[in-house]
């Protein structure tokens, strides 16, 4: 008979990893969520090799206690739920304490952070520590990942070319930043930036930022407020639109998500005013209470479940539907003189 026993801890976490870093950009996001959660004003990424090579994302966080650091690395360790209630109210992007233990156990980390005081430098790779130091840090986490997948072959033969994953790590930065513009964000790649935000707390200018103060001028605000939901945002006049959904963002608490009923609501405030196969560009903020949301529902959190999604789609279905209905009345509203 084959023995039951429990799988060494870096075995776990590399399984853990096959789900929480899934390429390149999983490890941006889960980084860059890390530095939000931190309070950071301040977050500079910057990869190389479409990531594979290194992933740097630097911040003015927190920072961790360099007595903490090694905890921060074990699975299911977490500084941000205690108790199963906390499940049911959390206001954070991460919970679940599987980010560094994963991507630490598929590539070589370093990671170097002080809260203020002396900071601290720890070093692993394949999921074994190799350092920790005492270094020199002002306050804030710097995360530099190298090598990564380096010792899972078949996760590096699976990636796209390195033009598609760079694409998809824009991608999730310039969602992040859309998420969070009071937070200064940029993003360089191969020594290029790409994007730039001021971290004054101005969307628009995010958007600016993101598809150029020309198409951001076509784009109209919208606002929806209950006792217990706000809904507020931009989205593109019916002229404006593109050839994909893949332009509406929503974000759910600050927390960017994919969800297919409320980009459909988004399409679905045009009426017949959009061309067929044709999409507006839309960033949605959704304010409710966290005790509505289950995020607890699949390891990377771009999936949750939403329990007033109906009520919350007609609200911004109509939010959309009477912005251009004003719109129509002073037909050249968005012309200048
Ligand atoms: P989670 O975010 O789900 O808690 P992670 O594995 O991503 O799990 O991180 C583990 C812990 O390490 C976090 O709970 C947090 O306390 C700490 N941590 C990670 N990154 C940072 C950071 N950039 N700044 C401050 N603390 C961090
Ligand atoms: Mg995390």
Do not use: C, W
């Not at 360099?66 to 699975?75: C, D, E, G, M, P």
């Not at 941000?80 to 070589?108: C, M, Y």
């Not at 940029?186 to 200018?205: H, K, V």
């Not at 966290?290 to 771009?302: E, F, G, M, R, Y």
């Amino acid at each position: 008979m084959k023995q039951i026993h429990e799988l060494p801890a870096i075995l776990a976490n590399q399984i853990s990893a096959g789900e929480v870093v899934e390429r390149p950009a999983s490890v941006v996001k889960e980084l860059v969520e890390n530095a939000l959660d931190a309070h950071s004003t301040e977050i500079d990424v910057t990869v190389a090799d479409a990531g594979l090579k290194t992933i740097k994302v630097v911040d003015d966080g927190d920072g961790i206690d360099s007595s903490q650091v090694q905890t921060a690395f074990l699975r299911h360790a977490t500084s941000k739920i205690t108790e199963q209630r906390d499940l049911f109210r959390v206001r954070t992007l991460g919970f679940r304490g599987e980010a560094l233990p994963s991507i630490s156990s598929v590539s070589n980390v370093v990671l170097k952070t002080s809260t203020g005081s002396v900071g601290t430098e720890i070093e692993y790779k394949g999921g074994k520590l190799v350092s920790q130091k005492a270094a020199e840090s002002r306050k804030g986490t710097t995360v530099i990942v190298n090598s990564l997948f380096y010792n899972t072959p078949a996760r590096l033969k699976y990636l796209s070319s390195p033009n598609t994953e760079l694409a998809k790590i824009s991608d999730i930065v310039n969602r992040l930043a859309l998420s969070h513009p009071e937070v200064a964000f940029s993003f360089i790649s191969n020594g290029r930036e790409l994007l730039r935000t001021s971290g004054r707390g101005d969307l628009l200018q995010v958007l600016g930022a993101i598809y150029g103060v020309k198409t951001v001028s076509r784009m109209q605000p919208i606002k929806s407020e209950k006792p217990d939901i706000s809904i507020s945002g931009y989205v593109s006049l019916p002229e404006l639109t593109r050839a994909s959904r893949n332009y509406i963002s929503l974000i759910l608490n600050g927390r960017y998500v994919r969800n297919f009923p409320l980009t459909k609501a988004v399409i679905n405030g045009y009426g017949s005013k959009l061309m067929i196969g044709r999409f507006p560009i839309a960033v949605i903020n959704i304010k409710l209470d966290p005790a509505l949301i289950d995020v607890n529902v699949h390891p990377t959190k771009q999936e949750v479940r939403i329990s007033e999604e109906p009520r919350i789609g007609d609200m911004v279905a109509t939010a959309i539907r009477d912005m251009l209905a004003d719109k129509q009345l002073i037909p050249d509203a968005t012309r200048e003189f």
